[in-house]
């Protein structure tokens, strides 16, 4: 299943600029694992190609049934190519051809830095279709800023240990608006991950960040909340 946790603009925070579905796996008592637990040791495995696959596709079907929903999924790089995966996308956006538009594939900074030249190529062929890509964790590896300023990303997200408690922590204050600024550099809209703490947030928004995402603004909820009060979505991004 996925959870679905909002992406909130900075200058207003009550209201999504998009969501992201997070997978979630039950145990053998239907307890839900959150994806933190395992996809490290799964995402070099035959495992983490199909988790990928079972992510897309739960996506897409969000997304074709709530036709102003623009929503995030997560993708590690060693899924281009698998074919399973892209025909689950190339299915998915024949069905419906405003999916494709409103679609965010998010690729961790690890594994874009794996192979840079084929995760380059990728995007730039699903970016003529319309999809937008995030790249998450930004600042926890370590990126090669000669390949960044290639790479087409359309969203950066702050990893979350630059995050916590920034507003009485001067070094994470410096690290992360360096970050802001890099991505405002190259023209990406920027989200702060792990955002719990009102003080993070009024600092946030005092630092330029155009996005915000954490349990302050919204937990991840596997009943989303287009169906629960049939609201109708408007992202800004």
Same mark, same amino acid.
């Given at each position: 299943?996925?959870?679905?946790?909002?992406?909130?603009?900075?200058?207003?925070?009550?209201? %999504?600029?998009?969501? =992201?579905? #997070?997978? +979630?796996? &039950?145990?053998?008592?239907?307890? *839900?694992?959150?994806?933190?637990?395992?996809?490290?040791?799964?995402?070099?495995?035959?495992?983490?190609?199909?988790?990928?696959?079972?992510?897309?596709?739960?996506?897409?079907?969000?997304?074709?049934?709530?036709?102003?929903?623009?929503?995030?999924?997560?993708?590690?790089?060693?899924?281009?190519?698998? %074919?399973?995966?892209? =025909?689950? #996308?190339? +299915?998915? &956006?024949?069905?419906?051809?405003? *999916?494709?538009?409103?679609?965010?594939?998010?690729?961790?900074?690890?594994?874009?830095?794996?192979?840079?030249?084929?995760?380059?190529?990728?995007?730039?062929?699903?970016?003529?279709?319309?999809?937008?890509?995030?790249?998450?964790?930004?600042?926890?590896?370590?990126?090669?800023?000669?390949?960044?300023?290639?790479?087409?990303?359309?969203?950066?997200?702050?990893?979350?240990?630059?995050?916590?408690? *920034?507003?009485?922590?001067?070094?994470?204050?410096?690290?992360?608006?360096?970050?802001?600024?890099?991505?405002?550099?190259?023209?990406?809209?920027?989200?702060?991950?792990?955002?719990?703490?009102?003080?993070?947030?009024?600092?946030?928004?005092?630092?330029?960040?155009?996005?915000?995402?954490?349990?302050?603004?919204?937990?991840?909820?596997?009943?989303?909340?287009?169906?629960?009060?049939?609201?109708?979505?408007?992202?800004?991004?």
């Amino acid at each position: 299943m996925l959870a679905y946790q909002p992406i909130v603009h900075s200058k207003n925070p009550t209201r %999504p600029a998009y969501y =992201e579905g #997070l997978i +979630r796996v &039950l145990d053998a008592n239907r307890r *839900i694992i959150p994806a933190r637990n395992f996809i490290s040791a799964i995402e070099s495995m035959e495992t983490g190609r199909i988790l990928d696959c079972l992510s897309l596709e739960l996506g897409l079907v969000a997304l074709a049934e709530e036709p102003t929903l623009r929503l995030a999924i997560n993708m590690s790089a060693r899924s281009i190519g698998y %074919p399973r995966w892209m =025909e689950t #996308l190339y +299915r998915g &956006l024949a069905m419906d051809k405003t *999916i494709a538009e409103r679609l965010i594939l998010e690729v961790t900074e690890s594994s874009a830095m794996l192979m840079p030249d084929i995760v380059n190529v990728f995007m730039g062929d699903l970016h003529r279709r319309g999809i937008s890509f995030a790249l998450d964790d930004f600042g926890a590896g370590y990126t090669a800023f000669r390949f960044f300023r290639d790479f087409q990303f359309d969203i950066v997200k702050i990893d979350g240990q630059f995050i916590r408690d *920034i507003h009485k922590d001067v070094d994470n204050q410096v690290l992360t608006a360096a970050l802001i600024a890099i991505a405002h550099q190259f023209d990406m809209f920027t989200v702060a991950e792990c955002v719990e703490k009102k003080e993070e947030l009024a600092y946030l928004q005092e630092a330029g960040i155009d996005c915000l995402q954490g349990y302050l603004l919204g937990r991840p909820e596997t009943v989303p909340v287009w169906k629960e009060d049939e609201t109708t979505l408007e992202g800004y991004l």
